[in-house]
């Protein structure tokens, strides 16, 4: 199990709690799939994603960021127990949706680089930390029930 | 992987940008990089004081971000302007190349704290580019 201290939970609580879904989704998605252009490969059916421009006006992956940021919830919730809380989804991301588990930490990255240009200096080094830590255990989660 | 000629004049206008504020950005990413990633506190053991806002730290982050800085006047041939600083890196210091990789993450994530709107997607696939491709010089002659 992991463990967390206080810090860290109200670090990773504090990032949550002023975070605008819509936004950050949107953008964090957009970002992947423009700095990481292979994983566009799963989103054959979502439209234009011809050009950087394209990918960041497409409402469709404005709306799946949004979806995906909100899985974020669950490990939130249930910060005690991530590697259960995620065995659903891990299987779902696995046998249906076929995606290489290494995306997740790109999608992670970019989610980090996205939140650090919006709190700017309140993104403190001690910050990053809880919130690459909270990433990490998602990632592993989700890349657990793949065989 | 390689840099067009368009991510090359992206690179060096966004670096000729946000120079004023070079050491800064050098300063915080290895701060970041020691505190966010303890394990790299391995290479600087022979420093008295590792403390992320310490004089050492700071001063070591300027230094490196100098070196990008030149990664960046070097751009069209990287592989032979960094030849010394890669033999350095290959034979005193043996930096493990992982952690190019994560000191590169770090200062992306200081360019984007400080420069938020000028770091677009579009820069960042740029940076994110020639970083890699600065860590792949830096170890060209480690075997």
Redesign the interface.
């Known amino acids: 199990m992991v463990e967390w201290t206080d810090e860290e939970r109200a670090a990773i609580s504090n990032i949550f709690s002023k975070l605008d879904y819509d936004e950050i989704g949107q953008k964090s998605l ?2 992947c799939l ?2 990481y252009p292979w994983t566009q490969r799963y989103f054959g059916g979502f439209g234009n994603l011809y050009n ?1 421009e394209a ?2 006006n497409n409402p469709m992956i404005a709306k799946h960021g949004t979806t995906v940021l909100h899985g974020l919830d669950r490990a939130l919730k249930n910060m005690d127990d991530i590697k259960n809380t995620y065995a659903e989804l891990s299987v779902l991301h696995s046998e249906k949706l076929h995606v290489d588990p290494d995306n997740f930490k790109l999608l992670s ?1 970019c989610l ?3 939140i ?6 309140a ?1 403190t ?2 910050y ?2 809880s919130f ?1 830590k909270f990433l990490s255990v998602v990632v592993s989660a989700l890349g657990r029930q793949y065989h | 992987m390689s840099l067009s000629a368009k991510e090359k004049v992206i690179v060096k206008d966004f670096f000729a940008k946000v120079s004023s504020r070079s050491d800064e950005i050098g300063a915080e990413a290895l701060a970041r990089l020691i505190v966010v990633y303890p394990q790299t506190k391995s290479y600087f053991a022979h420093w008295k004081d590792l403390s992320p806002n310490g004089a050492p730290v700071r001063k070591h982050g300027i230094t490196v971000m100098g070196g990008v800085y030149e990664a960046v006047s070097k751009i069209d041939d990287l592989a032979g302007g960094l030849l010394n600083l890669s033999e350095l890196h290959a034979f005193v210091l043996r930096v493990d190349p992982v952690n190019f990789k994560i000191l590169s993450h770090c200062i992306m994530v200081v360019l984007s704290m400080l420069f938020a709107e000028e770091f677009t997607p579009q820069i960042h696939v740029a940076v994110d580019k020639f970083l890699a491709l600065v860590a792949l010089a830096l170890s060209e002659k480690y075997r």
């Open positions: 957009s970002r423009i700095v950087a990918i960041m990255d980090t680089i996205v650090a240009g919006k709190m700017g200096n993104f080094p001690e990053q930390a690459q």
